[in-house]
């Protein structure tokens, strides 16, 4: 029921915050114009870059929570909760002070190209980006506790509230004709903000389970959560020199208007992946809650279940988009930003095969298989950033896009697939009724 429900309950809210997010885009490219909104997303788009700063530390707290929610240890949920909120407390520290620095020192020639925009706004825009990134840094252990004792309906709530505010933020900024270092603390900073009022809420509703306890704070511990993430700090690294670039290769390559239609379409089809991300994230939880539990059938049966229904689903939705997306854009953002057709289809076809290796992906992490992830994606990254920067050289905006396709498909996309089926073959046992259903 589990799954179900984080599909199901409160879809209404998540179809409400997409829109919630479109309108807030739409409103801020028409008031900062496509070059000066190319560089809000590109500095938003820093985040997916970083995402490695919790060093795979949130990763491996939604599997160990999971298992240990599963046993009913609670000790080993408030250990695992104390330590990695301790290790990304740190870490958070850490990005402010030697983050600050790099950034008040960077080449002015380093910055991105934007016709227009000052140089010392792109900088402050960073400063602002570095200083909110690291202080709610250690707030991100609230979602991934969520999810992992199942709390879907609750994340929906918070990202709702969250949607309200971010559009209720930039028609502020609108109305006041404030500057772009506002726009990015507000796409930065209210995530952040959203993150440490579920944190909160979950140490006091559920404190027997995950409140942080003193007693259970050690190095050793702290270090163990560290060495636990390991592989997904891997895959982490892997996927934001993969992925997270494409916006990088663009801006640079292009320039920032060039950044900013990516930038615009690639909030597009995420939305359709939000739609579906509650259900999928706890499919991860909901395996190694499985598992813990030995029961495969249940896996096995429940994964093609969702993997089927949810690929039926996407299909049609990216079909939509290409179908109305290149009429509708301009209308949404204003006519600066006018994406062709052939630009749809080709993000299309990526986030489709990325929505499908994201299903296998969460399989697999939830039975443990993280490092046969990790080493074929850093090999895949190696391939993927000089691939896309060529193809974006010679086909343009699709570039980095195929160039996913091709290097994921044929180094990580093969072998994750293979792993799955093999965590998918039929179990041997009696099946069993299980509580996840």
Same mark, same amino acid.
């Given at each position: 029921?589990?799954?179900?429900?984080?599909?199901?309950?409160?879809?209404?809210?998540?179809?409400?915050?997409?829109?919630? %997010?479109?309108?807030?885009?739409?409103?801020?490219?028409?008031?900062?114009?496509?070059?000066?909104?190319?560089?809000?997303?590109?500095?938003?788009?820093?985040?997916?870059?970083? %995402?490695?700063?919790? +060093?795979?530390?949130?990763?491996?707290?939604?599997?160990? #929570?999971?298992?240990?929610?599963?046993?009913?240890?609670?000790?080993?949920?408030?250990?695992?909760?104390?330590?990695?909120?301790?290790?990304?407390?740190?870490?958070?520290?850490?990005?402010?002070?030697?983050?600050?620095?790099? &950034?008040?020192?960077?080449?002015?020639?380093?910055?991105?190209?934007?016709?227009? &925009?000052?140089?010392?706004?792109?900088?402050?825009?960073?400063?602002?980006?570095?200083?909110?990134?690291?202080?709610?840094?250690?707030?991100?252990?609230?979602?991934?506790?969520?999810?992992?004792?199942?709390?879907?309906?609750?994340? %929906?709530?918070?990202?709702?509230?969250?949607?309200?505010?971010?559009?209720? #933020?930039?028609?502020?900024?609108?109305?006041?004709?404030?500057? #772009?270092?506002? +726009?990015?603390?507000?796409?930065?900073?209210?995530?952040?903000?959203?993150?440490?009022?579920?944190?909160?809420?979950?140490?006091?509703?559920?404190?027997?389970?995950?409140?942080?306890?003193?007693?259970?704070?050690?190095?050793?511990?702290?270090?163990?959560?560290?060495?636990?993430?390991?592989?997904?700090?891997?895959?982490?690294?892997?996927?934001?020199?993969?992925?997270?670039?494409?916006?990088?290769?663009?801006?640079?390559?292009?320039?920032?208007?060039?950044?900013?239609?990516?930038?615009?379409?690639?909030?597009?089809?995420?939305?359709?992946?939000?739609?579906?991300?509650?259900?999928?994230?706890?499919?991860?939880?909901?395996?190694?809650?499985?598992?813990?539990?030995?029961?495969?059938?249940?896996?096995?049966?429940?994964?093609?279940?969702?993997?089927?229904?949810?690929?039926?689903?996407?299909?049609?939705?990216?079909?939509?988009?290409?179908?109305?997306?290149?009429?509708?854009?301009?209308?949404?953002?204003?006519?600066?930003?006018?994406?062709?057709?052939?630009?749809?289809?080709?993000?299309?076809?990526?986030?489709?095969?990325?929505?499908?290796?994201?299903? +296998?992906?969460?399989?697999?992490?939830?039975?443990?298989?993280?490092?046969?992830?990790?080493?074929?994606?850093?090999?895949?990254?190696?391939?993927?950033?000089?691939?896309?920067?060529?193809?974006?050289?010679?086909?343009?905006?699709?570039?980095?896009?195929?160039?996913?396709?091709?290097?994921?498909?044929?180094?990580? %996309?093969?072998?994750?697939?293979?792993?799955? #089926?093999?965590?998918?073959?039929?179990?041997?046992?009696?099946?069993?009724?299980?509580?996840?259903?």
């Amino acid at each position: 029921m589990a799954i179900r429900r984080a599909f199901v309950s409160g879809a209404g809210a998540k179809v409400l915050t997409i829109l919630l %997010g479109l309108a807030a885009i739409g409103a801020a490219t028409r008031h900062l114009g496509a070059n000066a909104y190319g560089v809000v997303a590109i500095i938003v788009g820093l985040t997916g870059l970083f %995402g490695f700063l919790d +060093f795979g530390i949130g990763g491996s707290l939604v599997s160990d #929570l999971a298992r240990s929610y599963a046993r009913r240890t609670v000790r080993d949920m408030r250990t695992a909760v104390t330590n990695s909120y301790a290790a990304l407390s740190v870490i958070g520290g850490l990005v402010v002070v030697l983050g600050c620095p790099i &950034v008040l020192n960077l080449p002015s020639e380093l910055l991105f190209d934007a016709p227009g &925009v000052n140089a010392t706004e792109i900088r402050l825009s960073l400063l602002l980006y570095v200083v909110a990134t690291g202080v709610t840094l250690p707030f991100n252990v609230g979602p991934r506790i969520a999810l992992s004792l199942q709390f879907g309906l609750l994340t %929906g709530i918070v990202n709702l509230v969250s949607g309200v505010m971010v559009l209720v #933020l930039v028609a502020i900024g609108v109305s006041f004709d404030l500057s #772009l270092s506002y +726009f990015v603390l507000i796409f930065v900073g209210v995530p952040g903000i959203t993150n440490f009022a579920v944190t909160i809420y979950l140490f006091i509703r559920h404190k027997r389970y995950v409140l942080p306890k003193w007693s259970l704070l050690s190095f050793s511990g702290a270090l163990n959560m560290v060495l636990r993430g390991l592989p997904f700090l891997v895959m982490g690294i892997a996927g934001a020199i993969a992925y997270q670039t494409d916006i990088l290769v663009v801006a640079y390559v292009l320039g920032s208007a060039g950044a900013a239609v990516f930038a615009v379409l690639t909030r597009i089809f995420s939305s359709l992946i939000q739609l579906f991300a509650g259900g999928l994230q706890q499919m991860w939880a909901s395996v190694a809650h499985a598992l813990a539990e030995d029961d495969k059938e249940w896996v096995r049966r429940k994964f093609w279940h969702t993997f089927s229904i949810t690929m039926t689903l996407f299909v049609v939705a990216a079909g939509l988009a290409v179908l109305l997306g290149p009429s509708l854009v301009p209308i949404w953002v204003g006519s600066s930003i006018s994406p062709s057709w052939d630009l749809f289809l080709a993000f299309a076809v990526w986030n489709t095969y990325n929505f499908a290796m994201m299903q +296998f992906s969460f399989l697999l992490n939830g039975a443990g298989k993280v490092w046969s992830q990790a080493i074929p994606a850093l090999i895949m990254a190696g391939i993927n950033v000089p691939l896309s920067i060529y193809l974006t050289q010679q086909i343009g905006l699709a570039g980095p896009l195929y160039g996913s396709l091709i290097s994921h498909s044929l180094t990580v %996309g093969w072998l994750t697939v293979l792993w799955a #089926l093999r965590v998918l073959r039929p179990a041997d046992s009696q099946v069993r009724i299980s509580s996840h259903a």
